[in-house]
């Protein structure tokens, strides 16, 4: 299968994000979002990030011009009839998506593959709200779309290989690095990444250092590109309480609840930078945070690190991802320098389980203890 026209239904930052990694690798897009304003807000963020390449000289005037010119954006579904692949980016709320795939279902050519970049609600349920659940799959982008080469491919039980092996062939062609995973609440990456995330806020819940202690420690000792509240900022929290949700109802761990600390925001509408405001403000452009209190830096860095390898060998032993596939979905879809296993082999893995073992004693959380040998 030859894929022309790709649709792209939602128009935030990860939609838009979406048709404008497509619209560079030389596909037809078509954008389309529930009401006009939304309609205008994916416009204008595609133009803006056009507009920041340009400027960086990273794209020239008239490549931008031609990257436009592949996108047509408009409100109705029928826009996407003659699609081969309908790619999804809308809230993760899974009533709306289950909504969606219904009317994409009778929108859509029968031969259209229809996909999901649903962070972490079951691609079964999606792909059975559709008469084609053997062409339903997940196609899970990172935050920013065009920046991080990360993509997850979720089937499931209902899944057509072929259709599965063309999605990862397409996926290649954008220049996105795969990994084929089967349907998973927080599939790879998220469920490593929000488990750390809501760690950090529980440690900021409970006053043990601050928002700019943790991320400059995450910055400055691990050498990551953000700090975990900056991130929350980045990916919205109201975003990440849903997926935590999800975790937590597959999980019942008490650590998977999402944090007090992200709730309130998410209730005060402090959804992160998409609202203006979220752990930070950012009403006017914002430094990197800093903090001088070295000890401090250092023990939440060493007990967010290592609570966050510890789920990462946890995942392994499971068989679900591969060690490489760990590796790269937290260097490509995140930006860290390293990946986990690339971090243990370098700390020593009985190094690794020692501070495992201290942390859950000294926290008194068991899900921190290290694997029976
Ligand atoms: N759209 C397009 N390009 C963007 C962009 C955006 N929104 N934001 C940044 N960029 C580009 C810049 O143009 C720049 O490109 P060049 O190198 O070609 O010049 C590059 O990214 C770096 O940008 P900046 O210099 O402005 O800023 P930075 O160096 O601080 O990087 C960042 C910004 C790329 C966001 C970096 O901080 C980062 O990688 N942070 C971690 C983000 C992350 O973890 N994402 C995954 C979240 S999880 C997720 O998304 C999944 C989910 O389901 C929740």
Redesign the pocket.
């Known amino acids: 299968m030859s894929f022309s026209q790709i649709g792209v239904v939602g128009l935030g930052i990860m939609g838009a994000?979406i048709v404008e990694v497509f619209a560079r690798a030389g596909y037809q897009v078509v954008g389309v979002a529930e009401s006009a304003p939304a309609v205008e807000a994916g416009k204008s963020n595609l133009s803006k990030?056009l507009s920041?390449?340009v400027a960086?000289g990273?794209l020239s005037q008239a490549e931008s011009d031609e990257i436009t010119a592949r996108v047509s954006f408009g409100e109705p579904f029928e826009l996407l009839a003659n699609c081969d692949l309908v790619i999804e980016a809308a809230p993760e709320i899974l009533p709306l998506k289950i909504e969606i795939f219904s009317k994409l279902d009778a929108a859509v050519k029968s031969s259209g593959i229809l996909a999901t970049n649903t962070?972490s609600l079951s691609v079964t349920d999606i792909a059975n709200a559709t008469s084609r659940p053997a062409q339903v799959i997940g196609m899970?982008f990172?935050?920013?779309a065009?920046?991080?080469k990360f993509v997850e491919v979720i089937s499931t039980a209902h899944s057509d290989q072929q259709v599965v092996a063309q999605i990862v062939e397409l996926g290649n062609s954008l220049g996105k690095h795969l990994a084929q995973i089967s349907d998973q609440p927080g599939f790879i990456?998220?469920k490593l990444?929000l488990r750390y995330l809501n760690h950090a806020v529980q440690v900021l819940d409970a006053g043990q250092a601050s928002k700019e202690q943790m991320d400059a420690a995450m910055r400055e000792l691990s050498g990551y590109?953000?700090g975990p509240c900056e991130?929350l900022d980045?990916?919205g929290i109201d975003?990440c309480v849903e997926?935590l949700k999800t975790i937590h109802a597959d999980t019942k761990l008490e650590i998977d609840e999402p944090a007090a600390g992200m709730v309130k925001l998410v209730a005060a509408g402090h959804k992160g930078r998409k609202s203006g405001a979220g752990f930070y403000d950012y009403s006017e452009k914002l430094d990197a945070p800093t903090d001088s209190n070295e000890n401090v830096k250092s023990q939440v860095h060493n007990d967010l690190l290592i609570a966050y390898l510890g789920d990462c060998i946890a995942m392994e032993a499971t068989g679900y991802a591969s060690k490489a596939d760990i590796d790269s979905g937290m260097k490509l879809?995140?930006?860290l320098p390293k990946g986990p296993f690339e971090v243990i082999e370098s700390m020593g893995i009985e190094n690794v389980r020692v501070a495992q073992a201290e942390l859950a004693q000294r926290t008194g959380i068991s899900a921190y203890q290290p694997l029976p040998l």
């Open positions: 994000g990030s920041r390449a960086k990273k962070s899970h990172f935050n920013p065009p920046v991080q990456v998220n990444l590109p953000m991130l980045l990916i975003t997926i879809g995140c930006g």
